[in-house]
C-alpha cells in the first residue's frame, strides 16, 4: 500500500515539474543574427517582442497576451535562389494565427513564404543543439518510475 503511494507521489512530482517547466524556443530576427540563434524562455516578454518583430511585416498582428506559447521560425526569401531576406524565430502566443499573417508595404510579394510552429523545447532549430529535450525527459522518468517499482514490488 505504502510502495504503491510513494510510487504514485513520485510519478506525480515528475509530471508537475514537466509542466511547470515552460517552453524555450530559438531566437532571432534576421537573416545574419539566425545563422546563431540563442534559446529563450517563453514568457510575456519574449513572446511579445516577437509580436513586434512580426509587426515589422505584418499589419494585422493582435495585441494579444496570454500565457499559452509557441516556438515560431517564419522565413521569407527569393525563389529563384533561395536567399533570405527576412527571417524570424522565437516563442510567440499560440493563440496568434502566425503563419497566416497580412503582409505590409515591408512585405514583398516576390518573397516566398516558409512558416512552421512547434511546442517543444527548442523545436524550431533545423540543426538544434543537443539540448534535453522534454520527450527525453519524459522517457528518462518513465525508465525511473520502471525502476522505481521494480525496486518496490
Ligand atoms: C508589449 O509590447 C508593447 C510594445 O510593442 C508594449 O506597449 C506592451 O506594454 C507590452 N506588453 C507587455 C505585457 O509586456
Ligand atoms: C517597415 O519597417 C520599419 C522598420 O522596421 C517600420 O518602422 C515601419 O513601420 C514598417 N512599415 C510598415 C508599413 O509597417
Ligand atoms: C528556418 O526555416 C528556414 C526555411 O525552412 C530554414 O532555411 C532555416 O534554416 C530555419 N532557421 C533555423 C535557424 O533553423
Known amino acids: 500500500m505504502w510502495k504503491k503511494f510513494i510510487c504514485a507521489l513520485v ?24 545563422r546563431s540563434p540563442t534559446s529563450q524562455y517563453c514568457d510575456v516578454n519574449t513572446a511579445n517582442t516577437t509580436s513586434a518583430w ?8 493582435p495585441r494579444t497576451v496570454g500565457n499559452n506559447f509557441k516556438c515560431l521560425n517564419l522565413t521569407y526569401y527569393y525563389p529563384q535562389n533561395n536567399v533570405k531576406t527576412q527571417e524570424i524565430l522565437g516563442c510567440y502566443f499560440s ?11 515591408n512585405n514583398s510579394y516576390d518573397w516566398e513564404k516558409s512558416c512552421y510552429t512547434c511546442g517543444n523545447d527548442n523545436c524550431n532549430h533545423r540543426n ?19 525502476i522505481l517499482a521494480k525496486i518496490f514490488k
Open 54 to 61: 512580426l509587426r515589422r511585416l505584418h499589419s494585422n498582428v
Open 128 to 146: 538544434p543543439a543537443g539540448t534535453l529535450s522534454k520527450s527525453s525527459f519524459t522517457i528518462m522518468s518513465s525508465a525511473l518510475l520502471l
Open 11 to 34: 510519478l506525480a512530482a515528475f509530471l508537475g515539474l514537466q509542466t511547470v517547466n515552460g517552453l524555450y524556443c530559438y531566437t532571432c530576427d534576421s537573416p545574419s543574427s539566425c
Open 95 to 105: 493563440s496568434i494565427s502566425v503563419c497566416y499573417l497580412f503582409r505590409n508595404a
